[in-house]
């Protein structure tokens, strides 16, 4: 059962435009969640977290919004640049639950120059 | 350079042939654990370690094992390796459960 989901699996955006990818949860003992971003032959790389004491998180051109009654959380990326194509995952974790992470399918982010 | 190697990269094995693969990270991380990544599923968590001889089973354990005898390695054991287990792999350490994570460049496995 898919504790962490992504259901875009795929998105593609313009290059200077906001991109937005969705993660839902269903356990609510999560209490921080993550975003990794993978190319292709490499490992994920760690891009930004928050913990749910917080309802948002900037770094940068990256924000992360959490929505704990929606049970829903999200990544914009404004502006989009052509090397932010890659794969984004999004992770949740408790330490409540075992110091296990759970970890989203996945989305595609294609950003069109 | 902070980093955490895998080895092999790429391994093809045969049913049932046992096999290592190996983990290590420089960083001095307490938390170290291993995933599988397989298309539309995403990462599952098959085991992680909260410190030198601590261990536990995450999503996916079954099949695997593991040992951290060492702070800064941690292998996964195929004991009988089976086809369903044909996947990439990553292993990942953090300082913390709620640290940033450094993960590996993975290891395809297929198992034929």
């Known amino acids: 059962d898919q504790q962490v989901k992504q259901n875009s699996p795929s998105l593609s955006v313009q290059e200077g435009r906001i991109s937005i990818l969705n993660c839902d949860y269903t356990?609510?003992?999560?209490?921080?969640f993550l975003w990794y971003k993978k190319y292709p032959a490499e490992g994920p790389t760690f891009l930004i977290s928050i913990s749910s004491i917080k309802d948002k998180n900037e770094d940068g051109r990256f924000t992360v919004f959490l929505n704990k009654s929606a049970k829903h959380l999200s990544l914009h990326i404004v502006p989009s640049q052509p090397g932010d194509s890659a794969v984004y995952f999004c992770a949740a974790t408790s330490s409540g639950i075992g110091n296990q992470f759970y970890f989203g399918t996945g989305t595609s982010l294609t950003v069109i120059p | 350079e902070a980093q955490v190697t895998q080895n092999p990269r790429y391994l093809i094995t045969v049913t049932g042939k046992k096999l290592t693969v190996t983990c290590s990270q420089n960083?001095?991380?307490?938390?170290m654990s291993w995933y599988r990544q397989d298309p539309g599923l995403g990462l599952r968590q098959i085991y992680y370690s909260m410190n030198v001889e601590v261990t536990d089973k995450g999503d996916v354990p079954e099949g695997y094992k593991v040992s951290r005898k060492e702070k800064r390695n941690f292998p996964l054991i195929l004991e009988s390796p089976s086809p369903n287990q044909t996947s990439l792999y990553f292993c990942?350490?953090?300082?913390?459960?709620?640290?940033?994570?450094?993960f590996g460049q993975g290891t395809r496995l297929t198992v034929v």
């Open positions: 960083m001095n991380h307490e938390y």
């Open positions: 356990n609510s003992m999560f209490d921080y």
């Open positions: 990942a350490s953090s300082l913390s459960i709620t640290g940033v994570a450094f």
